[in-house]
């Protein structure tokens, strides 16, 4: 078990006392607006239905590994890009368009999990819900309830990264320093440390190495 903070909100662990939003006055002001965005309240969910807000924040969890408080709040942040169509502008031939895709791959894993299980996936504990995401990843390229297995996964991972990403809290867990716009860098290269950078924690351990713990 890890005795280093793991708040992300301040280096997660990995970067002690590091935040990123210190850095908001290099900025430029529509970037800084973003980012604070980002920060504050999201905006009710509009697209995802109560049952699919559920497993939504499930399948979320798990992805990324948040099992505990303060969560980026990534349901929310995709919630949005679906209901404003914001979408990555293609998607596989052989699947529906995301925003109907993301309607029944919620329902079919709330309907796996009602059969293995007798719950809803948001109901079941934490290992249930692994195993039922293990099994449809690795059926890779077969079918999943009339979908490709390895598609779908992608359509998941997809979404959940590019939305924990964006968030300043994901960027205090890995050290990023947030938008280079306009100060830039002076300092390239390996290990090359700028005056606001922290120095990793716990380099070479695996990055989920004591987390929820």
């Not at 006055?25 to 504050?40: M, N, Q, S």
């Not at 031939?93 to 996936?121: I, K, Q, V, Y």
């Not at 997809?158 to 809290?169: D, V």
């Not at 100060?183 to 290269?189: E, L, P």
């Amino acid at each position: 078990m890890s005795t280093l903070p793991l708040d992300p909100r301040h280096g997660g662990g990995r970067f002690p006392d590091f935040d990123v939003t210190t850095q908001a006055r290099h900025w430029d002001e529509t970037t800084r607006a973003v980012v604070e965005k980002r920060l504050g309240m999201q905006t009710p969910v509009r697209f995802f239905t109560e049952s699919e807000q559920a497993a939504a924040t499930a399948l979320f969890d798990q992805l990324l590994y948040q099992r505990s408080e303060p969560r980026v709040p990534v349901t929310e942040m995709v919630d949005a890009r679906l209901a404003e169509n914001l979408t990555d502008g293609w998607h596989y031939e052989t699947m529906p368009p995301d925003e109907a895709a993301w309607r029944a791959s919620l329902t079919n894993l709330d309907d796996d999990s009602r059969e293995a299980h007798g719950c809803l996936f948001a109901e079941c504990d934490w290992d249930d819900q692994s195993a039922i995401l293990t099994a449809i990843q690795n059926r890779g390229s077969d079918q999943w309830h009339g979908m490709v297995a390895a598609q779908v996964w992608s359509l998941w991972t997809r979404y959940a990264c590019t939305a924990f990403y964006s968030h300043p809290q994901a960027w205090n867990e890995i050290g990023f320093d947030g938008p280079a716009y306009p100060r830039g860098y002076k300092n390239i290269g390996v290990n090359r440390l700028e005056s606001f950078e922290v120095h990793d924690a716990r380099p070479g351990d695996d990055p989920v190495e004591g987390k929820g713990q």
